[in-house]
């Protein structure tokens, strides 16, 4: 039968927010809405409307194209002399690894809503939203470290400048939280994703490593004793080149870093422009054009990675790339400044701080997209937590507390950020590979779970080497849910059904009702046979000392998810055994779900409805827990309760009744 009637309870509108108020909440009201986009991007164009690939790319690219500022050192630091071949080892795992993941996920997630959402959609109940607590917790990690590291990068190559580093060498904490703040200032001020901004950025930074690039080869190719040198120190230290791999794959967890930027390239996917005929369900262009984004990322970061180690290492002095040398955190750098001179390493050193800040502006515009799409849905975060500023003002004091613990320092964050990237890729993988399996994709499910286990092996080899990433992962994971929770009770008795649609049947009961007294009976259903509805009638009359005359329609909640924090309401009529009027309803809460029937009805007849109860059993605590997790407990105080929040009028609020 057809839905005639769709409408939102009705709810008190509060008083206008005062000018600042109104100003940090901003655009909350359309957050959130359908499903829509939120945070500080733009809702994403049409298919058709979008950039092209390319361009998109760059956007991306800031972030994973951005870690070269750091990448060869931190790799000189992890393997030494071995540090080209574990940047080889590092690129097969990108090419052969993360690339295929990310590439399937952008089939599975053309919407920009990544492996989260794709394991989301496996799990349901509490089991399933605590998974996803715990993944936004190491996402956290990711995007949040990515700001602070690429800030604290950033105030590196600036400290060590030569023209500057006289005046600023003891300045580095506080340059990074500058850095830090003024992020966070141009996103209170509203941050638009300049996507041009991002192609020159990209463009001028990448043409900048070529040119180092090329010059360290030359220099490497006419100093011909440097290749001899570094191949007797590493036949020395190594013995053959078979344990040279051997060591190469033991240290390649602590070179994860040349992995980040893949979950940035799916959370892009929706500003791609696909083809004309991309419908919403299958944007086929959007999906294509994405897979050349991360192949053309990934082949152009591999080039590079295996380039840029391979001339630092040969390079430049082991003790450099140590806590204090001119090469630590900057090592291409140190190349721009020692092989082309100090202007031209001045303009690196600028198109490195500009790339690695607008890097911190990308990971802030992730922060902004991923919690807001999860956390009040799940009733797990505030209303205001939809809105840009109030969220963007935590995470800036969040990032301040993450620089102030790590003193700023680039190689004391690697192990964090590392922890983040590859838990992300990881619970990428393991999406597809359950993808591929339910597809009946044979060869793929059994390639992806070789992948899920290379990843799930770099994952615990990074949390053992270096602890401190998980730790800091698990004070996101411990805050964000703790907070969630804490949200969650605060809100129990909000009233979060988003929309009421009653099919004719119930529309008919309602209406009947209306011409008299308006009165519905709260039934738990049981047998549902004759013998329940009169003597539940005979039970309400009783008690209520309700005259025999009076007329009844029964309501039926049956809960669904009761993880669930809001969503809409489908009302269904039917006549029982001839004679008893019976409205049915699915909802992850009784109480709400009756609230929002009985405002509804008020709202479309202009009746005051009452609505008759029997006290449950049990202790008010234990009823409580359970309508905090199942949905159920004494549904009789909570409903009246939510009615209450949700209608302070007594004149105009549904009236309860209880025997």
């Not at 620089?403 to 964050?413: G, H, K, L």
């Not at 004070?475 to 703790?482: N, W």
């Not at 909802?587 to 709202?603: F, G, I, K, M, T």
């Not at 029997?614 to 827990?625: H, R, S, Y």
């Given at each position: ?6 409408s939102a309870?009705?709810r008190?509108e509060?008083?206008p927010?005062?000018r ?21 991007h ?6 058709h409307?979008?950039q092209?690939?390319?361009?998109v790319?760059?956007l991306t690219g ?6 070269l500022?750091?990448q060869p ?19 097969v ?9 990310y590439r ?5 997630s ?14 349901s109940?509490?089991?399933g ?10 996402a ?21 400048n030569?023209?500057?580093?006289g005046v600023l ?13 003024l ?24 043409a ?6 090329v010059?360290?080869?030359?220099h490497?190719?006419?100093a011909g ?5 570094w ?14 791999i ?7 967890p602590?070179?994860?870093l ?9 959370a892009?996917?929706p ?8 419908t919403?369900?299958?944007p086929?262009?959007?999906i294509r054009?994405?897979?050349?984004l991360?192949t053309?990322?990934?082949l152009?970061m591999s ?8 001339i630092?290492?040969l390079?430049?002095p082991e003790?450099?790339f140590e ?12 190349l ?9 390493g ?5 198109s ?12 802030m515009?992730?922060l ?8 009040p849905r ?17 995470f ?6 993450v ?10 964050q690697?192990?964090?950020?590392a922890?983040?990237?590859?838990v992300?890729?990881?619970s990428?993988?393991i ?11 044979r060869?793929w499910?059994?390639a ?11 994952t ?7 602890p ?36 004719d ?7 009947d009702l ?13 047998r ?15 008690d209520?000392?309700v005259?025999?005359q009076e007329d009844?329609v ?9 993880s669930?924090?809001e ?7 039917e ?7 019976v409205?049915?309803?699915?909802s ?6 009756l ?5 509804h ?5 202009g009746?005051?409805?009452h ?7 049990g ?15 004494e549904v ?15 004149k105009?609020?549904?009236?309860v009744?209880?025997?």
């Amino acid at each position: 039968m057809a839905t005639t009637e769709h409408s939102a309870p009705s709810r008190t509108e509060p008083a206008p927010p005062g000018r600042l108020r109104a100003w940090m909440l901003e655009g909350l009201s359309d957050m959130g809405k359908g499903g829509g986009h939120t945070g500080p991007h733009a809702e994403p164009e049409p298919p058709h409307q979008g950039q092209p690939w390319w361009r998109v790319m760059c956007l991306t690219g800031v972030d994973y194209f951005s870690t070269l500022g750091y990448q060869p050192g931190i790799a000189a630091l992890a393997a030494g002399l071995l540090s080209p071949i574990a940047t080889i080892v590092l690129v097969v795992v990108t090419l052969a690894g993360a690339l295929p993941v990310y590439r399937r996920v952008a089939e599975e997630s053309p919407h920009g809503e990544g492996s989260i959402a794709m394991l989301e959609r496996l799990l349901s109940f509490w089991q399933g939203k605590l998974f996803v607590l715990t993944l936004l917790g190491f996402a956290a990690t990711d995007f949040l470290i990515t700001i602070t590291l690429s800030a604290a990068d950033a105030s590196t190559h600036l400290v060590e400048n030569p023209h500057l580093t006289g005046v600023l060498h003891d300045q580095k904490m506080l340059i990074t939280l500058v850095l830090v703040a003024l992020l966070g200032a141009v996103f209170l001020k509203g941050f638009l994703e300049a996507i041009g901004v991002a192609v020159a950025l990209v463009g001028a930074y990448l043409a900048l490593n070529a040119v180092v690039v090329v010059v360290g080869l030359y220099h490497v190719i006419t100093a011909g004793h440097v290749v001899t040198d570094w191949s007797s120190a590493l036949t020395t230290q190594h013995g053959n080149v078979f344990v040279m791999i051997g060591v190469a794959l033991l240290v390649f967890p602590k070179l994860a870093l040349g992995l980040s930027g893949f979950e940035t390239g799916v959370a892009v996917m929706p500003h791609v422009k696909g083809d004309p005929d991309d419908t919403e369900a299958r944007p086929a262009g959007r999906i294509r054009d994405t897979k050349k984004l991360l192949t053309t990322a990934a082949l152009i970061m591999s080039v590079f990675l295996i380039t840029t180690s391979f001339i630092t290492t040969l390079l430049i002095p082991e003790k450099e790339f140590e806590a204090g040398g001119q090469a630590n955190g900057r090592a291409l750098a140190y190349l721009a400044h020692d092989y082309l001179g100090n202007t031209f390493g001045t303009v690196y050193d600028v198109s490195t701080i500009a790339i690695l800040w607008f890097a911190g502006a990308s990971a802030m515009a992730g922060l902004l997209n991923l919690m807001p799409r999860y956390l009040p849905r799940y009733g797990m975060a505030p209303q205001w937590a939809r809105a840009v500023r109030p969220m963007v003002i935590v995470f800036t004091l969040i990032a301040f507390l993450v620089t102030w613990i790590f003193d700023a320092d680039v190689n004391a964050q690697g192990g964090a950020y590392a922890t983040g990237v590859l838990v992300l890729i990881s619970s990428a993988a393991i999406a597809v590979t359950i993808a591929a399996r339910k597809a009946r994709q044979r060869n793929w499910t059994i390639a992806f779970a070789v992948i899920s286990a290379v990843f799930l092996y770099t994952t615990v080899a990074n949390v053992i080497e270096r602890p401190d990433g998980v730790k800091i992962g698990a004070c996101f994971i411990a805050g964000i849910i703790l907070v969630s929770l804490l949200s969650r009770l605060a809100r129990a008795f909000e009233l979060r059904v988003t929309s009421v649609t009653l099919d004719d049947m119930a529309q008919r009961f309602v209406r009947d009702l209306a011409s008299r007294r308006m009165r519905f009976i709260a039934n738990e259903p049981d047998r549902r046979d004759i013998a329940e509805y009169r003597d539940k009638i005979e039970q309400i009359r009783q008690d209520n000392d309700v005259p025999g005359q009076e007329d009844f329609v029964f309501v039926e909640v049956t809960v669904t998810d009761p993880s669930e924090f809001e969503a809409g309401l489908t009302v269904r009529g039917e006549v029982l055994h001839g004679r008893y009027r019976v409205l049915t309803l699915e909802s992850s809460s009784v109480p709400n779900a009756l609230a929002a029937l009985l405002l509804h009805a008020r709202d479309t007849t202009g009746s005051i409805p009452h609505i008759y109860f029997e006290w449950t059993e049990g202790g008010p605590f234990a009823n409580l827990l359970r309508f905090f997790l199942f949905g159920q407990g004494e549904v009789a105080p909570v409903t009246r309760e939510v009615l209450r929040e949700a209608e302070p009028d007594r004149k105009r609020r549904p009236k309860v009744h209880v025997g």
